[in-house]
């Protein structure tokens, strides 16, 4: 009864291509976020949908373009994949967009080759 | 610059012993939470303290928060092997209307020997 999954769980790829990394929370919840951690362990927030709307839309290429049909999915699909994209992407989700806890999903680890 | 700054990086202890780690931050925050990351796994909500609360416990686990110095402590007692994964701090900001956005520190990786 995985609360937030992700799919897949690893990911290699070459540069150049066009992949998506899907997310699924069965918590009911409103608010879904992407993040990316990079080598180095820092977290940073990229996109967050509220009710499949978009909230939070961090300073990140447009290559990366999420995408939400319903409140329990967001997808994050990557053009033309870079070297400095490979780093572990975690989805997540809240209740709301002011509830502060997050749960979050066990990661995708992208590699660009 | 990252808003949560974790110290030390990383943290060796015997189990039994307790393991401390502090987080500072930059801007003032309605609340700070603490995160627990086992390899290879997602990110587990352990506690949260509000910016009124200057200390909270949940089991093992003590907080403190000190706004004046825009700092935090996770303190884990009696540790044991499990304990062993990377510890974070987020703040949150103080204005809302953007939506709840965390802002993570680095993390604490934190090795507890058998």
């Known amino acids: 009864d995985t609360a937030v999954s992700q799919t897949p769980k690893y990911l290699v790829t070459q540069m150049g291509n066009d992949k998506s990394i899907k997310c699924e929370q069965n918590?009911?919840?409103?608010?879904m976020y992407w993040y990316k951690q990079d080598s180095k362990k820092f977290l940073k927030i990229m996109f967050s949908?509220?009710?499949?709307?978009?909230?939070i839309n961090e300073t990140v290429p447009n290559r990366f373009s999420p995408k939400s049909p319903d409140k329990a999915h967001l997808n994050l699909h990557i053009n033309s994949l870079e070297l400095g994209d490979s780093a572990v992407y975690f989805c997540?989700?809240?209740?709301?967009?002011?509830?502060?806890?997050?749960?979050f999903g066990p990661g995708t680890r992208l590699t660009v080759l | 610059s990252q808003q949560g700054e974790e110290d030390p990086q990383a943290l060796s202890i015997q189990e039994g012993e307790n393991a401390t780690m502090n987080c500072s931050y930059k801007?003032?925050?309605?609340?700070l939470q603490w995160y627990r990351q086992n390899s290879g796994r997602g990110l587990v909500h352990l506690i949260l303290?509000?910016?009124?609360?200057r200390e909270k416990h949940s089991g093992r686990l003590r907080v403190t928060l000190d706004t004046s110095k825009k700092s935090s402590s996770l303190l884990i007692t009696a540790s044991r092997a499990a304990d062993t994964a990377s510890y974070f701090c987020?703040?949150?900001?103080?204005?809302?209307?953007?939506?709840?956005?965390?802002?993570f520190g680095g993390g604490t990786r934190v090795l507890v020997k058998p």
């Open positions: 997540a989700s809240s209740r709301d967009h002011y509830t502060d806890t997050q749960y």
């Open positions: 303290i509000r910016s009124n609360e």
């Open positions: 949908y509220n009710n499949k709307e978009l909230i």
């Open positions: 987020a703040t949150d900001g103080l204005i809302k209307a953007a939506g709840n956005k965390l802002t």
């Open positions: 801007t003032s925050i309605n609340n």
């Open positions: 918590l009911g919840h409103d608010t």
